[in-house]
């Protein structure tokens, strides 16, 4: 194993930027772990991006957080396409997951890399496999795995324990769990030994600037965890007593109603119109409140007059 993780360390050189991809399912900490790696390559003196993609902010639902680094400003935004580091908290989000194949994939498994390839059909060359849950439940007594997850990035990625330690502590800090300060610690240096520190300088060494704002549309899809059983508004029991109807005249196409609809029942159009489907649609309003043109009004929906 250590053999293996030692091949894939990589550095962050002048003129190169890391996409960084985690991916896993709510409550495993994966918004966690993307905080601390930015704050981690802050620190080093790194600019940084970290976009966590709640789609359905649900326990169990799969997440995804984008994390750029470069030591040049980051011009581009939204969905990273091709990571050059995947890590991935939950094996069995392989069977959804489109993975791009050049990617370094570090997954969180007991199985070893040639079985899990051959289990899931993985073409990606480059799999590091790690029980970090076991690892976390052995010193934390609990399988919060976030900090081992960020620290599994950070020390791929080539940052210094001592930003990663930093990192962490405010983290804790910031949730009010400076009594967790001490085995999250111990569970960062037992990554950062599992892994060695022989960096290799060219691995997944990336040139390619990018001086657009790339935001194009996907639907959800893809894009977010997509419900498709309709009827999830009359579940949200007193809400949907409002309607939202779009007044075209007024809409300007700025995608915000559809970023911010928490249940992905806004999609866009051939002519990126957003559309509401209402058997989707929870009538929580937000798309009205965020509309910043107020293109969004409220009709009263007739299926709830009863409430
Ligand atoms: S937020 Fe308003 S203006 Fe923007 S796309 Fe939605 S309806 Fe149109
Ligand atoms: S009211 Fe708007 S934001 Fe809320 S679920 Fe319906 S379409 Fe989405």
């Known amino acids: 194993m250590l053999y293996i993780l030692n091949s894939y360390i990589f550095k962050l050189l002048f003129n190169v930027m890391i996409w960084l991809t985690l991916i896993g399912r709510g409550g495993q ?20 991006q970290s976009q ?22 980051i011009l ?4 990273i396409y091709e990571p ?4 991935i908290a939950d094996e069995s989000l392989f069977i959804d ?65 001592e930003e990663v330690e930093h990192a962490v502590i405010m983290q804790l800090e910031e949730l009010n769990m400076q ?17 060695s520190n022989s960096n290799i300088e060219n691995e997944k060494k990336r040139t390619k600037s990018v001086s657009v704002i790339d935001l194009s549309y996907h639907h959800p899809k893809i894009s977010a965890c997509y419900i498709s059983v309709p009827a999830n508004s009359i579940s ?15 809409c300007t196409k700025c995608m915000i109603c559809f970023i911010f609809c928490p249940d992905s029942a806004i999609i866009l159009n051939k002519d ?19 509309c910043p043109t107020k293109a969004i009004r409220l009709e009263r929906n007739e299926a709830t007059l009863d409430r």
């Open 84 to 87: 050059s580091l995947i890590v």
């Open 97 to 161: 997951t489109n993975l791009n194949k050049d990617a370094i994939l570090f997954v969180n498994t007991a199985l070893d890399a040639d079985k899990l390839r051959s289990l899931y059909n993985i073409e990606n060359k480059r799999i590091i496999t790690y029980n970090l849950t076991g690892l976390t439940l052995q010193i934390l007594n609990k399988s919060i795995i976030s900090v081992a997850l960020a620290a599994v990035a950070c020390r791929l990625i080539g940052l210094n324990l």
């Open 52 to 73: 966590p993609i709640y789609r359905a902010e649900r326990r169990g639902a799969p997440i995804s957080a984008f994390i750029r680094i470069s030591n040049e400003p």
């Open 29 to 48: 900490g994966i918004k966690s772990a993307s905080h601390i790696v930015s704050t981690a390559a802050f620190l080093k003196g790194y600019y940084v």
């Open 179 to 195: 009594e967790e300060v001490d085995k999250n610690i111990e569970l960062v240096r037992k990554v950062f030994e599992l892994i």
């Open 236 to 250: 949200s029991e007193g809400w949907n007593v409002n309607k939202p109807i779009i007044d075209y005249d007024k």
């Open 272 to 290: 990126n119109y957003p559309v509401i489907n209402y058997d989707l649609c929870k009538g929580c309003n937000i798309c009205y409140v965020e």
């Open 76 to 79: 581009e935004r939204g969905y």
